[in-house]
């Protein structure tokens, strides 16, 4: 995890021990990087057997979990936290990531969900976005977990909504 210069830390055990945050990120991008570095199994990658959410009740808002289904790459949306519902205005959940996103096999959406999966690495993504009270950012990481330790099965996101300075 990297401190608030943007600094590499130590978050856990195994390949994903150190990650690093980028720079200007909300601090629950970091404390959801953190905890998945320490449920990492020295070998492989952790899956959804290993978490726990009473470990992260103050990110469940913010958490959404993606079944990845291969052969063509698909997507469904597992769960969805409450301020991405109250932010979305509309819940998700159990829903194809293709019948809720327009274009989304085009989108940078997409794209992150594939690497992720396919990589076995987290992915973080910045986009600006248009909201009633003034211009925000969603800032975003995707993790994979992999029930057999190898093939991403989920990829549990968090998204944070800041506001930017005009």
Request: charged share 20%.
């Amino acid at each position: 995890m990297t401190d608030g210069n943007g600094q590499t830390t130590p978050t856990g055990r195994g390949p994903n021990a150190e990650i690093a945050i980028p720079a200007g990120y909300a601090p629950e991008i970091g404390e959801i990087v953190g905890y998945w570095a320490r449920i990492t199994p020295p070998e492989g990658l952790p899956g959804r057997q290993h978490l726990d959410p009473s470990d992260i009740p103050n990110l469940l808002p913010h958490l959404w979990m993606t079944d990845v289904f291969r052969d063509p790459w698909r997507f469904r949306i597992r769960l969805v936290g409450t301020a991405i519902v109250n932010y979305a205005g509309r819940d998700s959940t159990g829903k194809w990531c293709t019948d809720q996103f327009p274009n989304f096999e085009q989108s940078d959406g997409y794209r992150d969900l594939v690497q992720c999966a396919g990589a076995r690495k987290p992915i973080f993504r910045t986009a600006k976005q248009l909201a009633a009270d003034g211009p925000r950012q969603s800032q975003r990481v995707h993790l994979p977990l992999a029930t057999d330790g190898r093939e991403v099965d989920i990829i549990l996101s968090v998204t944070r909504y800041v506001f930017v300075p005009e």
